[in-house]
């Protein structure tokens, strides 16, 4: 197990060049009220049953690679990433309607145009409207632990999961999770095992790190973290199965309940 303690002190130094420590300085939009909701309405992917893979990507008005953020929360993650790389698209995937609007007003606040944030399932998400093959990352950050055994069906990071995170992913793409949970982490790294297309590889931490909501609050409070990145597996194997594993990805989708 890799503690992000750990991978934290063996980053290299980094100058920010904003504060992260605050994650609304320094504002490049001062807007509010109405005028903040308008604009932060256009960040939003519409929960529309028509959308398909293509309008997504295409709702961003460019192409440029693809990092996802699955259960992005408030969007503190999203924004900072957004903002710190500039030349990347990101997406947020959320269920709850008022953390879609925290994520999108603070798209508005950062100033960022290279964010979406869409509303709805994650594995249905990843199952049916992820091009295969597109994303660069995809990150998990302190996903819902289900602790309780009667509600282990609920946990998102499952076999299923990773089967259909690696088919989105693009070649040397990754999949980052962290959480808080050892137990729920051991039985992702067990998962993810599982998948052939997936690779485990040592923890890097993000330079400059940037932290999430959660990851904040447990740091604050001296918490263990657990962390774990895998990489889509070598071409060759990918080669070999791709042409399957697209239909396959894209019959998933079809399968799925409305
Ligand atoms: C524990 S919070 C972590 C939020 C954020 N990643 C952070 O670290 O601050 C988990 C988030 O995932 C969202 N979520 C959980 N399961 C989901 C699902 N199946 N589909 C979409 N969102 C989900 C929850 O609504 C919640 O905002």
Same mark, same amino acid.
């Given at each position: 197990?890799?503690?992000?303690?750990?991978?934290?002190?063996?980053?290299?130094?980094?100058?920010?060049?904003?504060?992260?420590?605050?994650?609304?300085?320094?504002?490049?939009? +001062?807007?509010?009220?109405? @005028?903040?909701?308008?604009?932060?309405?256009?960040?939003?992917?519409?929960?529309?049953?028509?959308?398909?893979?293509?309008?997504?990507?295409?709702?961003? !008005?460019?192409?440029?690679?693809? &990092?996802?953020?699955?259960?992005?929360?408030?969007?503190?993650?999203?924004?900072?990433?957004?903002? +710190?790389?500039?030349?990347?698209?990101?997406?947020?995937?959320?269920?709850?309607?008022?953390?879609?609007?925290?994520?999108?007003?603070?798209?508005?606040?950062?100033? +960022?145009?290279?964010?979406?944030?869409?509303?709805? @399932?994650?594995?249905?998400?990843?199952?049916?409207?992820?091009?295969?093959?597109?994303?660069?990352?995809?990150?998990?950050?302190?996903?819902? =632990?289900?602790?309780?055994?009667?509600?282990?069906?609920?946990?998102?990071?499952? =076999?299923?999961?990773? &089967?259909?995170?690696?088919?989105?992913?693009?070649?040397?793409?990754?999949?980052?999770?962290?959480?808080?949970?050892?137990?729920?982490?051991? &039985?992702?790294?067990?998962?993810? !095992?599982?998948?052939?297309?997936?690779?485990?590889?040592?923890?890097? @931490?993000?330079?400059?790190?940037?932290?999430?909501?959660?990851?904040?609050?447990?740091?604050?409070?001296?918490?263990?973290?657990?962390?774990?990145?895998?990489?889509?597996?070598?071409?060759?194997?990918?080669?070999?199965? !791709?042409?399957?594993?697209?239909?396959?990805?894209?019959?998933?989708?079809?399968?799925?309940?409305?």
């Amino acid at each position: 197990m890799v503690s992000v303690e750990e991978a934290h002190a063996s980053s290299p130094q980094f100058e920010p060049h904003f504060n992260f420590s605050n994650p609304f300085f320094p504002f490049r939009s +001062c807007v509010g009220g109405e @005028e903040l909701e308008r604009q932060a309405a256009q960040f939003v992917v519409a929960p529309d049953a028509f959308i398909t893979s293509e309008r997504l990507i295409e709702s961003f !008005g460019r192409a440029a690679p693809l &990092e996802i953020d699955l259960g992005c929360g408030d969007g503190r993650f999203l924004s900072q990433m957004a903002r +710190c790389y500039p030349d990347k698209n990101f997406l947020g995937v959320e269920r709850q309607t008022e953390r879609v609007r925290k994520t999108a007003r603070k798209a508005v606040l950062f100033g +960022c145009q290279n964010v979406r944030v869409v509303q709805t @399932e994650i594995l249905s998400f990843i199952r049916s409207l992820l091009p295969y093959g597109s994303v660069l990352r995809i990150h998990v950050l302190f996903p819902d =632990p289900w602790p309780k055994r009667r509600h282990s069906k609920k946990r998102l990071l499952c =076999p299923a999961f990773f &089967e259909a995170a690696a088919a989105a992913l693009a070649p040397g793409g990754e999949v980052r999770v962290k959480t808080d949970c050892a137990r729920y982490f051991q &039985e992702a790294v067990c998962a993810a !095992g599982q998948c052939v297309l997936l690779e485990q590889v040592e923890w890097v @931490e993000l330079n400059p790190p940037i932290h999430t909501t959660f990851e904040t609050r447990f740091l604050s409070e001296g918490l263990p973290l657990f962390a774990a990145r895998w990489k889509r597996a070598d071409e060759r194997i990918f080669k070999r199965n !791709g042409a399957d594993l697209a239909e396959n990805h894209l019959n998933m989708g079809r399968k799925l309940p409305e």
